[in-house]
């Protein structure tokens, strides 16, 4: 009963609304393992920047190098438009926090793939197809 009222127009408007984004923008060392990750939440067609307080949880090679983290973050909804009905008002809180769990899989990902043109001997103008691919351990950088 809950899942589809926070879906209806009274609250997230999902038929109109249909994804909730955040794009960060900085990220700040709090010390230890724990960061703050500030960017741009968009949700219900509004844009804020926010603050997420994000702690990393260590890396595991069980089935693959996997990286895990939580992150945190409290906002006002009213600030992005949402659950603006007499009901909502009375029966919920305008602080919400959002509450965020990943695991991160390390993968083989391919990135670029190029045909180039190569004079070859005995045969003109071939292409040669390459693909080039990430090694296992990233560069900061990339």
Same mark, same amino acid.
Request: proline letters at 4%.
């Given at each position: ?63 693959? /190098? %996997?990286?895990?983290? +939580?992150?945190?973050? $409290? =906002? ?7 659950? @603006?009905? #007499?009901? /909502? %008002?009375?029966?919920? +809180?305008?602080?919400? $926090? =959002? ?7 390390? @993968?083989? #990902?391919? /990135? ?31």
């Amino acid at each position: 009963m809950l899942v589809p009222h926070l879906r209806s127009a009274d609250f997230f408007d999902v038929k109109k609304y249909r994804t909730i984004t955040f794009m960060s923008t900085h990220v700040e060392h709090a010390g230890g393992q724990n960061y703050k990750v500030t960017g741009n939440l968009t949700m219900h067609g509004v844009t804020k920047l926010i603050t997420f307080d994000v702690a990393y949880r260590g890396q595991n090679a069980l089935k693959g /190098v %996997r990286t895990g983290l +939580s992150a945190k973050a $409290t =906002i006002n909804r009213h600030d992005f438009g949402l659950g @603006q009905g #007499v009901a /909502v %008002r009375v029966a919920a +809180s305008s602080m919400v $926090t =959002i509450e965020i769990g990943l695991e991160a899989i390390q @993968q083989s #990902v391919e /990135v670029l793939s190029l045909r180039i043109p190569l004079p070859l001997p005995h045969y003109s103008n071939r292409l040669m197809n390459l693909t080039l691919r990430r090694p296992a351990r990233y560069p900061q950088n990339c």
